[in-house]
């Protein structure tokens, strides 16, 4: 790769972006994401929340691998001078590209090889290796996506319609998914875990964990309290948000945020992960109070 411009790495030791994927991906892929870590830095932790998805991922120097949805927050030290690409996949979107239950891939980290071939791996690697700058590097890793959900069979269309009653749709939507889609909760779950890796519960918790984030981080200044927060996102009470929030991240709102704080600023950018929540979350607001 070509010489990397260091002049934001003056103020930022890391930083973390996303953008929207094309057009061709739009159904199948949320974001391309980008982590780099600057060569003078200290070494950087990087936490991530769960998100209700998988995600193809690949550092820089190494070889693509695949992870799973994630059942909690995990931790991951970057050395410094990393470059790290991703493309994040819809809930229930990535089973058919990475020819995989998302069930099976829970909790793991799967080498590209071992889903595809050696070969795959190595030419896609080498790809993102050679790549001008870390914004090339996260398309080269796109357009192998890409190439993989051109191949791929659709995703679940009870599954994709579940999910985006779960994301616009009312807060109690969890309750009444399988009979608008005219199957069996049982068999409705069986099909969430073969393609999103959870249950239809579990997603809508993620989901609105994810709108408490979006309000917190991306949402009107000053900051809402707690309380506030916790009526906009979809909580009964500001106790339900405290509760799920450990639930799923293993610390309370108050240190979550606190540690978003010294983390994350302008040199993070979560737009294209927040804008469609923030959108969703207000239209659900004025909507419940009209």
């Known amino acids: 790769m070509s010489e990397v411009d260091r002049g934001d790495w003056t103020r930022w030791p890391q930083s973390y972006r996303e953008r929207l994927p094309v057009p061709q991906l739009s159904a199948h892929v949320s974001c391309v994401w980008l982590q780099e870590v600057a060569p003078d830095a200290e070494p950087y932790w990087f936490q991530a929340v769960p998100n209700g998805t998988v995600e193809v991922v690949c550092v820089l120097g190494g070889m693509p691998y695949v992870i799973g949805l994630q059942s909690g927050r995990t931790r991951e030290l970057l050395t410094p001078g990393t470059v790290m690409v991703g493309v994040r996949f819809r809930p229930g979107a990535a089973a058919p590209v990475v020819r995989a239950s998302a069930g099976d891939l829970v909790d793991l980290t799967v080498g590209y090889d071992d889903l595809w071939n050696p070969r795959a791996a190595l030419r896609v690697g080498e790809l ?13 890793l796109e357009a192998e996506v890409l190439r993989l959900v051109h191949a791929a ?19 109690n939507a969890v309750h009444t998914l399988a009979a608008e889609l005219y199957v069996s909760d049982s068999q409705l779950r069986r099909r969430f875990s073969t393609a999103v890796g959870c249950s239809p519960k579990v997603l809508q918790r993620t989901l609105r964990f994810w709108g408490f984030l979006a309000l917190a981080q991306a949402g009107p200044r000053p900051r809402r309290s707690l309380t506030e927060l916790a009526a906009v996102a979809g909580y009964a009470d500001q106790a339900h948000l405290s509760r ?47």
Do not use: N
Request: negative net charge.
């Open 128 to 140: 993102v290796a050679a790549a001008r700058s870390p914004q090339d590097a996260a398309a080269q």
């Open 153 to 171: 069979a659709e995703p679940d269309p009870v599954v994709r319609a579940a999910v985006g009653l779960l994301t616009t749709g009312p807060v």
């Open 244 to 290: 799920e929030v450990v639930s799923i991240t293993g610390v309370p709102p108050t240190e979550l945020l606190a540690g978003l704080e010294r983390t994350c600023g302008e040199h993070h950018d979560h737009t294209a992960t927040y804008q469609p929540l923030l959108t969703d979350l207000f239209k659900r607001w004025h909507s419940s109070r009209s």
